[in-house]
């Protein structure tokens, strides 16, 4: 055992068996806890716990270990600076999110749209076709026509005009189908449109509430880089003192 592990262990030794407790629960809650989720827990109002409701009264500890146990209560206490530029930066993440949401499925209502139209033009252009074999198979089948011809050819030009109308509405029954699965799936995206709009606006909304002079992006990542090191570094010294407890 080194010196210093050993100083540790003298330190430790000295320390109350709440204020131990105290400092192995908050290790024990953050050892594999991202400095994120650790904002999330503390910042969420349907959270009624609270990472340090069980700190005891002030006891004898090493000063480094008192500035970790200090450090990370600064950082995360409910209400806290750090809380603050973390919710105003998750409702700027969210509000882009939902940005993005609203901008792809309006270009999905866009793009269905144009298929939809795409298929009526493609129905409307097989329109003036079926009239034309229609006219034709009344024209094959009129007295006259039989009259003109010898049954076989009549029978012959009867049934590739009927084979000709039988692909054209094939076809015709397959866009119509197409346009009505289309049209079900622009409804379905229209609601969805909808609502991403609403969750848009009420992102919004969220960071409008915070204060009309809210500090900046640039000012809010600064703080959170600088906290996420902060309690990193005030992480590693309550684990070592805790290990050194053992």
């Not at 999110?97 to 939809?116: F, I, L």
């Not at 074999?133 to 094959?140: E, P, Q, T």
């Not at 609403?198 to 500090?215: D, H, R």
Request: hydrophobic share 50%; with cysteine; charged share 30%.
């Amino acid at each position: 055992m080194g010196r210093d592990s050993t100083t540790a262990a003298s330190a430790a030794a000295g320390v109350e068996p709440a204020a131990l407790a105290y400092i192995r629960h908050l290790v024990e809650e953050l050892e594999d806890t991202a400095f994120e989720d650790a904002c999330s827990d503390q910042a969420d109002e349907f959270n009624d716990g609270d990472l340090f409701h069980r700190r005891p009264e002030p006891s004898e500890v090493p000063a480094a270990v008192a500035r970790a146990l200090d450090g990370v209560e600064d950082l995360l206490w409910k209400g806290s600076p750090t809380l603050a530029a973390y919710a105003r930066q998750d409702a700027r993440n969210r509000r882009l999110e939902q940005q993005n949401v609203v901008a792809a499925t309006a270009a999905a209502v866009a793009d269905t749209g144009a298929a939809v139209d795409a298929h009526r033009r493609a129905i409307a252009a097989k329109l003036p076709r079926l009239r034309a074999l229609r006219a034709r198979l009344a024209a094959l089948t009129t007295t006259a026509s039989a009259a003109a011809g010898s049954a076989e050819e009549v029978t012959g030009a009867v049934v590739s005009v009927l084979e000709r109308m039988n692909r054209a509405q094939e076809e015709e029954a397959a866009a119509a189908a197409a346009v009505d699965g289309l049209r079900a799936s622009l409804a379905g995206l229209l609601e969805r449109l909808v609502l991403a709009v609403e969750e848009a606006e009420e992102e919004e909304a969220k960071l409008e509430a915070m204060g009309p002079e809210l500090p900046g992006l640039a000012e809010d990542v600064g703080v959170l880089f600088r906290a996420q090191k902060r309690f990193l570094d005030c992480l590693r010294v309550l684990r070592q003192f805790a290990a050194s407890a053992r």
